[in-house]
Every structure is written in C-alpha cells, then in structure tokens.
C-alpha cells in the first residue's frame, strides 16, 4: 500500500510492536500508525480521510470488519498520525525484517520508546501493562525514553505511572 | 496461617517470559497467530453469549414496552 502510494510512511504499532520487543502478546488485530499526503484543502480542515485505504480494499477485494480493513485474514486498524508525538514515533521507526519460510519482509516497527510514550498517553490498564513489560525486558534505552517523555509533555504522567507502580523512576531526579 | 514461599515460582516464569521473548519478529509472529487459534472458540463462545444475552434485553424492553 505505501509502495502503492494509498498511504504514506507506515510503522507497526501496538501488541504486534511490543511483541516485537519482548514476549509475544495475543491481539485481535494489527494496528499500523500511518501518514497521508494531505492535499491543501485538507490542510486547511485538518481532516483525514481513510477513504484511500478503503478503496484500496475494495479493488483489492478484502474484507471489511468493524471498521477494520481484513487483510490475509487479519483485522487491520490503520491509526492516522494525530500530533507530534505519532509524527516524531513515525519518522523514527525501526526498520525490521519478517524472515520465515516464504521469504523475506521489510517493515517498520515503532520504536519501543516511542511506543512506551505512546501508551503512555493513551492510559489504558493494558497500555500500561505494556510499559511494564518493556520495562521488565530490557529493551529500553533510558535516557532517550526520558528526553520523548520530556519532549511531548508527558514527564508527570510517567511519575505517576513509577509511582503507582513501585518504579524507581528512571527519568529523576528532575 | 504460613503461606508457601512462590519466589522461585515467579523467578521461573520471569526466566519463561525472557525465553519467549528471545526469538525472531517471524517466530513471534507466529506464535500470535498460534494463540489466536487456540483462543478462537472461546472468542466465539463469548460472542454467542453475549447475542444471546443482547436478544434476551430486547425481548424484556419490548416487553416493558408492550406492558
């Protein structure tokens, strides 16, 4: 699709991201944080249209399931960049490679700092539970967590979050 | 009341959870999909329960509304 021009830059994000870090979590669908080409009048709106993505589904003949585009069998949330926080995560995706028995693939994945932001923001139990398996495993690199936190406002947040959950927060002494 | 000592318990689950975490993004990926199998009559059984129990609501408002 990005190949296609339908979308733009595109990065996996979500339980498939964090998967690619640490254990593998079920999940319902793969979620994929994607950019448009916004043409001037949609600049001035700010609306973005999934309209591309569901024609390219109609040609392409996959289903539709609430709202989720199915593609080889599995849903597929398209998450357009809503701030800076999605803009800088996508620009700085990790390039990664699926190699198994029918070849080779190159993708993108979040990268697992941004993904930690993210989740952040979004506040669920399970965004949370996410933090802390990121953290658990090892995979983070702390100070560059501590400047994407700094950066798009999310410091208290992530106090909060250490000391709901008995974290020697990483990013103090501020 | 004693209560048994689970450290060694949580240490082998935390040692299990480094083991899963170690293979490739294609090996992972395929254990998703693995577990989304297994789950897949469970998710169905939910659903049936749940159109069941949305039918049986409806009933009751039309009911309620009825009466």
Same mark, same amino acid.
């Given at each position: 699709?990005? @190949?296609?021009?339908?979308?733009?830059?595109? @990065?996996? !994000?979500? @339980?498939?991201?964090?998967?690619?870090?640490v254990?593998?979590?079920?999940?319902?669908?793969?979620?994929?944080?994607?950019?448009?080409?916004?043409?001037?009048?949609?600049?001035?709106?700010?609306?973005v249209?999934?309209?591309?993505?569901?024609?390219?589904?109609?040609?392409?003949?996959y289903?539709e399931?609430?709202?989720? !585009?199915?593609?080889?069998?599995?849903?597929?949330?398209?998450?357009?960049?809503?701030?800076d926080?999605?803009?800088?995560?996508?620009?700085?995706?990790?390039?990664?490679?699926i190699?198994?028995?029918?070849?080779?693939?190159?993708?993108? !994945?979040?990268?697992?700092?941004?993904?930690?932001?993210?989740?952040?923001r979004?506040?669920?139990a399970?965004?949370f539970?996410?933090?802390?398996?990121?953290?658990?495993?090892? !995979?983070?690199?702390?100070?560059?967590?501590?400047?994407?936190?700094?950066?798009?406002?999310?410091?208290?947040?992530?106090? @909060?979050?250490?000391?709901?959950?008995?974290?020697?927060?990483?990013?103090?002494?501020? | 009341?004693?209560?048994? +000592?689970?450290? +060694?318990?949580?240490?082998?689950?935390?040692?299990?959870?480094?083991?899963?975490?170690?293979?490739?993004?294609?090996?992972?990926?395929?254990?998703?999909e693995?577990?989304?199998?297994?789950?897949?009559?469970?998710?169905?059984?939910?659903?049936?329960?749940?159109?069941?129990?949305?039918?049986?609501?409806?009933?009751?408002?039309?009911?309620?509304?009825?009466?």
């Open positions: 699709m990005e @190949a296609d021009g339908v979308i733009g830059r595109y @990065a996996i !994000v979500g @339980a498939f991201a964090a998967s690619y870090y254990e593998p979590t079920l999940t319902a669908e793969l979620d994929i944080l994607v950019s448009f080409e916004m043409e001037a009048r949609q600049r001035k709106s700010g609306l249209t999934l309209e591309p993505i569901f024609s390219y589904r109609k040609d392409k003949g289903e399931f609430r709202k989720d !585009v199915v593609i080889e069998g599995w849903p597929v949330q398209f998450i357009p960049v809503a701030d926080l999605d803009a800088a995560a996508l620009a700085e995706a990790k390039e990664a490679n190699d198994d028995n029918a070849g080779a693939v190159r993708t993108r !994945v979040l990268g697992a700092e941004h993904l930690v932001a993210s989740c952040l979004i506040g669920r399970k965004d539970i996410r933090i802390t398996q990121l953290l658990e495993g090892n !995979v983070l690199d702390l100070p560059l967590l501590c400047t994407i936190l700094s950066r798009h406002g999310l410091t208290e947040s992530w106090r @909060a979050f250490c000391f709901r959950n008995g974290i020697s927060d990483p990013c103090g002494p501020y | 009341m004693i209560y048994p +000592d689970v450290s +060694d318990i949580l240490a082998r689950k935390a040692e299990a959870r480094k083991e899963i975490a170690s293979p490739s993004f294609a090996e992972k990926i395929a254990i998703i693995a577990m989304r199998e297994r789950v897949a009559p469970f998710k169905r059984a939910r659903e049936q329960r749940l159109a069941t129990q949305e039918q049986r609501l409806t009933k009751q408002a039309v009911r309620r509304i009825g009466a």
